[in-house]
């Protein structure tokens, strides 16, 4: 199979006087074009494995490779442009640039690793927006429209260069239920279609069980990782249903 | 340094939503730059005007005879102290003048020079007898110097014969007018008949003591064969001082005189002067440059959630400094081109408004660019704060804790 993220014994400590570690040697790969979901109770490092695995944070030890690349050590703002050429970003809250309107917000990582986007581009975001259902909000400001449509855009944001891997944490963490199902449908069959790898933390096991892949992570180390495709629908929900870390 | 597009784009679009900084900052740098701008031309005016008043129809260098020390001629019993009296002076005249006369000439940076032939003299009229300076000058040199064409009021530059020049105050003091005849005595009692062809003003009661004649008839005046002096004019007129010490160098036998030595309280007030002004301009530049680090430092806080998202989207430390450097700089240029208009606006409205002011302010490319271009340094170093900030956040931080 083809591996995009390839970690090894990767560990995090923070604090400096008194140091704590949160994620204790994770070996771990994700596979092209699939979607895997990262679920565990709160504080057990989910978030702080995205922010590692995205470039946002370096790891305290381990090995790292993205794509080949081999990103264990070094600086996180000399990842900046590897990270605008081939991620995207969805994060809990929108994030959205108040000073910019919906189309200018997608078009912002253009801006930053291409510069000034052409008509042709400008075209292919409102179509975008359109699959989104956003286009009719594109010249507000993100004050100015909805919870869901915030996210709706965050996402256009996440997608418009086609990225290889969207990392989304808690995507529709602060919608409603309904709303968020809606965005959360829409966003998947996009990312599937356009054959992005996704990467989701989330701990709403109705959505992790969309997944292909699902790993479960507790205080701090993998408890089980697993495909749907391997244990059938009905296993998988069983298996992310109790905590046992074993997969019989 | 290259900026990137994206850069300048987030920069201006900062500004713009931002409309109550940017209006704050611009409003002070404007005021900032308005309040150098005017001072420098008020205070340039001023000085230009009170140096004119000065030394404008004034030589600027003078040659003279050394001092002559007389000698002592007796001894005393005991031992004299030292004292501090001056020496005693005695004035000669400076017989092989041509020497001078020609080396002054030929200096490029003379724009006239001529000998002179002065000493007291007195005018009777009646009973009344008035003390003058009869001075013979060379015409067409000595007019430059003193301004002749420009300050004569009545009658005409004619100096040939027993023509004289003399001021308005002493005319109407007299009661004289061009066409006159009056007779001037020398100290040693011996007078001649002259022939006023011409009355000018030079503006001070002391220059205007003096009566003009060609430099040969005051000769026969004096009954001297030499001259008393040789004045100049230069082309820059805050160099008269380093070419008299150069002319001074290479004779020891003159002594030399420039206007900036026989007007140091001047210089030193002008000086002075300067010097205020400075410190209010460094005060107002150091106030700007603060109110522009605290507003662009607050909105560096205010926007670590779009510093911090705009990280994580690829945006580097450089690019994340720039994008405050660069709202320094715009902030800078913008509020300066303001400050110049609004200064420009105030010179207009003093020079038209003007009751007791009676000199021009100086407008020069000097007082127009140094208040821009340190508004714009100002700006930029004041930015570098909140840019070192921008650089320094982690977009971690903000994304993990909103």
């Known amino acids: 199979m083809d591996e995009i993220i390839v970690a090894r014994n990767l560990t995090k400590r923070f604090g400096e006087v008194v140091q704590f570690e949160v994620l204790h040697g994770i070996d771990l790969s994700f596979t092209r074009q699939e979607f895997t979901a990262v679920i565990g109770p709160s504080g057990s490092g989910k978030t702080t494995l995205l922010h590692i695995l995205s470039l946002l944070e370096p790891p ?5 490779f993205i794509e080949g690349i081999d990103f264990s050590k070094g600086d996180i703002n000399t ?27 997608v078009l912002l990582p253009y801006w930053i690793g291409e510069g000034r986007p052409s008509p042709e581009l400008k075209e292919r975001a409102t179509d975008l927006m359109t699959k989104l259902k956003i286009l009719h909000i594109k010249n507000k400001y993100p004050h100015e429209i909805s919870g869901g449509e915030q996210q709706r855009v965050a996402i256009a944001r996440a997608l418009f260069k086609n ?79 109790n905590h046992s870390c074993r997969i019989e | 340094m290259i900026v990137r597009p994206y850069e300048f784009m987030i920069a201006r679009r900062f500004l713009v939503k931002g409309k109550l900084q940017t ?82 000439k030929n200096l490029s940076e003379i724009k006239a020079v001529s000998p002179i032939v002065e000493g007291q003299g007195f005018i ?23 301004n002749l064409e420009k300050n004569l009021i009545f009658g005409r530059l004619d100096l040939t014969g027993n023509s004289i020049l003399l001021s308005k105050t002493t005319a109407e003091k007299l009661q004289l007018t061009t066409g006159s005849r009056l007779f001037i005595q020398n100290q040693k009692g011996n007078g001649d008949l002259f022939v006023i062809t011409g009355i000018f003003d030079l503006g001070s009661a002391a220059a205007n003591s003096v009566v003009f004649t060609s430099l040969e008839r005051a000769r026969s005046f004096f009954r001297l064969n030499g001259i008393s002096s040789i004045e100049a004019k230069v082309k820059k007129i805050f160099e008269a001082e380093k070419i008299a010490t150069s002319i001074g160098r290479e004779f020891n036998r003159i002594k030399i005189d420039s206007w900036q030595s026989r007007n140091r309280e001047l210089l030193t007030a002008l000086r002075s002067q300067s010097m205020s002004s400075s410190i209010i301009q460094i005060l107002v530049v150091i106030s700007i440059s603060l109110a522009i680090a605290a507003v662009l430092g607050i909105s560096a806080i205010q926007k670590s959630r779009q510093l911090g998202i705009l990280k994580a989207m690829g945006v580097d430390n450089r690019g994340a400094a720039l994008i405050f450097l660069l709202q320094g700089l715009i902030l800078g240029f913008l509020g300066s081109v303001l400050g110049i208009l609004i200064g420009y606006g105030m010179a207009y409205a003093f020079v038209q408004g003007r009751g007791m002011v009676t000199f021009d302010l100086k407008i020069t490319w000097f007082n127009l660019i140094s208040p821009v271009l340190i508004a714009i340094l100002a700006s930029a170093l004041a930015s570098l704060i909140p840019a070192r900030r921008a650089s320094k956040l982690s977009p971690i931080e903000v994304i993990r804790y909103g």
């Open chain 2, 23 to 104: 209006l704050i900052i611009l409003t002070g740098i404007a005021f900032g730059v308005s309040v150098q701008f005017f001072l420098l031309s008020l205070i340039g005016g001023l000085q230009d005007d009170l140096i004119e008043r000065t030394v404008g129809a004034s030589p600027h260098i003078i040659v003279l005879p050394a001092d002559v020390i007389p000698v002592q001629t007796w001894k005393p019993e005991k031992e004299i102290r030292e004292t501090r009296e001056p020496a005693i002076t005695e004035k000669q005249e400076i017989l092989s003048w041509q020497n001078y006369f020609q080396y002054l």
């Open chain 1, 79 to 105: 990842y900046a442009r590897f990270r605008n050429q081939n991620f995207g970003f969805i994060f809990q809250f929108h994030y959205l640039l108040p000073e910019f309107t919906a189309l200018e917000n």
């Open chain 1, 163 to 241: 990225p290889k891997i969207v990392f989304a944490d808690e995507p529709t963490g602060n919608l409603d239920r309904e709303n968020g199902f809606l965005v959360l449908e829409l966003m998947t069959e996009m990312i599937r279609e356009m054959g992005v790898t996704l990467i989701m933390v989330t701990h709403d096991r109705d959505i992790a069980i969309r997944a292909d892949k699902i790993i479960e992570l507790v205080d701090g180390q993998i408890c089980k990782a697993f495909r749907v495709k391997d244990t059938g629908k009905e296993k998988a929900l069983e298996l992310i249903n």
């Open chain 2, 124 to 146: 009777s009229k009646g009973d009344a007898s008035y003390s003058i300076i009869v001075k013979g000058i060379d015409q067409a040199e000595g007019a430059k110097i003193y």
């Open chain 1, 60 to 64: 305290s030890s381990g090995e790292l």
